[in-house]
């Protein structure tokens, strides 16, 4: 019965100290704040992208789910155009998908303009190195596991649409560690992450997370 306490206890230790030693890390990175956004939820915005999306790993997960570059740009714009409304952050949010550089989208409508760019899909892998316990609750055989995330980044700019002048701009930071191997789904919500991670720092200027 006491070696039986004496593992529960063990174990609770364990995943107590996992949990609460748990850091956090920035999500939004490189910031350059030249002005403040004034009032946004009385402003209207538009936010378009480009096209230019790398692909160093998830290759075949990408080619899967965005066959086109301009697949994955435009699904970008549809989902942070739906959750951007869903906050509130701008009175009004219009999405230009035919144009793809500032001076070519119509801005006489807006009081913004936000532009996604050198998006970037990338991996990390985490070592997790744990000791073993045998069933007297003493030491055995040390083990070694691997987990692999799916990171997006994506470059923000924000303009001024009455002066044309950036005011700001930032990386955003997105990312989903892979699961029973379903790597489509550990893309699309790295992708999710990393709007989340862009409309939290435009509303209340939130940068950290804990670790996913």
């Not at 930071?173 to 489509?184: A, P, W, Y």
């Amino acid at each position: 019965m006491k070696r039986k306490v004496y593992l529960f206890l063990t174990l609770f230790v364990l995943v107590f100290s996992f949990t609460s030693c748990k850091v956090s890390k920035n999500y939004v990175a490189h910031i350059s704040k030249k002005e403040e956004i004034d009032d946004p939820k009385t402003k209207k915005v538009l936010i378009f992208a480009s096209d230019d999306v790398r692909v160093n790993e998830f290759k075949k997960t990408f080619q899967k789910n965005f066959p086109e570059k301009k697949d994955f740009s435009m699904n970008y714009l549809d989902v942070f155009s739906e959750k951007l409304h869903a906050s509130q952050v701008f009175s009004k949010v219009y999405v230009d998908s035919l144009n793809t550089t500032y001076t070519s989208v119509n801005k006489e409508k807006v009081d913004y303009v936000i532009h996604f760019s050198n998006f970037e899909i990338a991996n990390r892998i985490e070592w997790n190195h744990s000791a073993g316990m045998n069933m007297n609750g003493v030491g055995g055989m040390n083990t070694t596991t691997s987990v692999e995330y799916c990171i997006i980044n994506v470059k923000v700019e924000v303009y001024d649409a009455k002066t044309n002048r950036e005011i700001l701009d930032f990386v955003a930071i997105g990312e989903d560690s892979v699961f029973l191997f379903n790597f489509t789904k550990t893309l699309h919500k790295a992708k999710e992450r990393s709007i989340l991670h862009i409309i939290n720092y435009l509303k209340s200027g939130k940068i950290s997370y804990k670790k996913y």
